[in-house]
């Protein structure tokens, strides 16, 4: 019964920031790494970030590095995407997600538990 549930979702504007959050629940969340991905209109889903099970190391896509930020609290079962300076074309719905193995992993394939989104829509 592993559920990811996905908030923080919302209109921003260019420039403007903004905090998503995954309320995890159902496996071991502290041992376990976790990833952000989003999916845009007509696009494949795309890997934005993950973080390691204790919270000590992260990778990001190039597409956001520099911009947004991964963080996790194992106490509360939550893991954040911190959105800063977003563009229009960070305009996506944002799935948190756990993988079933792997340090840091990436791919879609890696990850066995996906959250069912939140919607950022980023326009002026």
């Known amino acids: 019964q592993v559920q990811l549930v996905e908030s923080g979702g919302t209109w921003v504007q260019p420039g403007g920031s903004l905090r998503l959050s995954c309320a995890a629940s159902?496996?071991?969340?502290?041992?376990?790494?976790m990833g952000w991905f989003r999916q845009a209109p007509g696009e494949e889903r795309e890997f934005v970030a993950v973080i390691d099970w204790r919270g000590s190391s992260t990778l990001y896509a190039d597409s956001v590095k520099g911009r947004f930020t991964i963080s996790r609290d194992n106490a509360k079962n939550t893991v954040y995407l911190q959105m800063d300076s977003v563009m229009p074309e960070d305009t996506a719905v944002y799935c948190c997600a756990a993988p079933t193995r792997g340090y840091l992993p990436r791919r879609n394939y890696e990850y066995t538990y996906w959250g069912q989104g939140t919607r950022v829509t980023v326009s002026s």
């Open positions: 159902g496996f071991r969340f502290g041992s376990s790494a």
